[in-house]
């Protein structure tokens, strides 16, 4: 017994390692976000805090969706590697290269039209919308740098390497929230400009970052390996067929899921600008604590897809249990943290007391959702590892959108419970979305031992 305790805390131990510089790097671009609100909030009040909402919550629904297909490469380079085939490790970067720069052509145009035209007719306050729309063209703009980050971070991070791109995450971010500063409140002989300064300012975080990124995976000798058989141009359909095949689900899987909080904004917009900045600052704080689940999830991916590439499904069995058995732990944690310090946590956000007041109610539901955020994300991860895909991709359609937003806007503006409302239906999809998961993942277990 004593022998196995200690093995298991092994795991435990390569989970959590692994995981740690993940997460925090999946923290950046929530830390972009949060780092903007907080100085929105502070500096330019309740209307600019209402525009950011409605900009980042049509943005993140086509960020997601990048970085959805960018994250097909994890898997596959980690289950290359546990074959040791670095030849195929080499031609799926450079296909993902590929993919992501023409996914970056088709994201920005979707943002700077389809966007534009939806907030038009959006029934949204015109002073918000006025607002929003420069504020979200810098935002797409940035696509295109963070896409090429993205293909560089998760081929690094497929391989076991995650403490680099956690470190210019960090650096990044600490550059975004001076120059957002500055360019916000006009320092330096610069003249304010208000909220498009902080897109602006997260433009040349992006910019720099992918820079960084780049020089780091083609320099370093822990990559030369593969480098030294990587060739820019060599563009294989098959190899593009397999990223596609699991990153478009995958940027679905995320779709659905930040789509319905986007559509959340859109109903809190609806119902009244209070409302939806109280939205903003909660669900900023709530994709925090996501991230976090979000970096777990991603080190268990890689951790099932070596195993899977290994064909050693016992240690894939037990990598998902102990993953498992993180998320709840942190979960329970957060859901008291945000029960306790709901009003201090708002406060964090914004100066304005209403605002304060109702986004403290909305942490307090935060706060039972996150068990059923963090589960589901992990069940995700699992299935991701193990080449499962479509299948999850169907549930979270069906949680989000079958279940949460219909339920959240029955409850929010029928029955008149305001966003309080809108956020129970959101928890809602979260609990359909985390059982179904896990019933998904034991019956692909079950049928991956019966092999064996």
């Known amino acids: ?23 925090i790097a999946q923290l950046g671009h929530t830390l972009v976000q949060t780092s903007d609100t907080m100085i929105i909030g502070h500096f330019l ?49 450079s296909n993902s290269i590929w993919i992501n720069l023409a996914c970056s052509i088709l994201l920005f145009c979707g943002v700077y039209y389809g966007s534009m035209f939806m907030m038009q007719h959006a029934d949204q306050d015109p002073l ?57 409140k006009g320092m330096f002989g610069i003249e304010p400009m208000g909220i498009a300064g902080v897109g602006i300012a997260t433009l040349t975080d992006r910019i720099l970052m992918m820079v960084v990124m780049v020089l780091y995976v083609l320099k370093s000798k822990h990559f030369q390996p593969y480098i030294s058989k ?65 970096g777990i999830s991603g080190a268990t ?69 996150q068990l059923f955020d963090g589960t589901q994300v992990i069940g995700l991860g699992i299935l991701r590892g193990m080449g499962d895909v479509n299948i999850p991709t169907l549930i979270t359609l069906l949680a989000y959108w079958g279940i949460g937003l219909p339920s959240g806007y029955y409850m929010g503006v029928n029955l008149g419970l305001g966003i309080q409302g809108v956020w129970y239906g959101l928890t809602f999809a979260l609990l359909t979305s985390s059982l179904l998961l896990y019933l998904r993942y034991r019956v692909m277990i079950k049928k991956k031992l019966a092999i064996t």
């Open 128 to 184: 918000v919308v006025e607002e929003a729309k420069p504020y979200l063209l810098v935002l797409s703009i940035s696509i295109f740098p963070l896409m090429i980050f993205s293909a560089f971070k998760q081929f690094a991070e497929g391989l076991g390497f995650t403490k680099q791109a956690m470190r210019i995450t960090i650096w990044g971010n600490v550059l975004n929230v001076i120059l957002a500063i500055i360019f916000v």
């Open 230 to 294: 990587f060739n820019f141009f060599s563009i294989q359909k098959e190899l593009i067929k397999s990223i596609l095949k699991l990153g478009t689900p995958v940027a679905f899987q995320y779709f659905f899921e930040v789509s319905a909080f986007a559509g959340a904004s859109l109903i809190a917009g609806k119902i009244s600008a209070l409302d939806q900045a109280a939205h903003n600052v909660a669900i900023t704080l709530a994709s925090m604590t996501y991230m976090i689940g979000l």
């Open 301 to 369: 991916t890689i951790k099932v897809g070596n195993s899977l590439g290994k064909e050693n499904y016992p240690r894939l069995k037990t990598f998902a249990k102990v993953s498992y058995h993180i998320i709840l732990v942190y979960t329970i944690c957060t859901a008291i943290f945000f029960a306790v310090f709901n009003y201090p946590l708002a406060s964090l956000m914004t100066k304005d007391m209403d605002v304060v007041a109702l986004a403290a109610q909305l942490l307090i539901i935060a706060g039972i959702f």
């Open 45 to 93: 009040g309740k209307i600019s805090l209402a525009a950011s909402s409605l900009a980042h919550s049509v943005f993140m629904m086509v960020l997601v969706f990048g970085l959805g297909i960018a994250y097909g490469l994890t898997p596959l380079i980690a289950q290359a590697s546990g074959k040791n085939n670095k030849e195929e490790i080499a031609k799926l970067l």
């Open 1 to 23: 017994m004593f022998s196995k305790n200690k093995k298991l805390k092994t795991y435990y131990f390569s989970a959590l390692a692994l995981a740690i510089p993940i997460i």
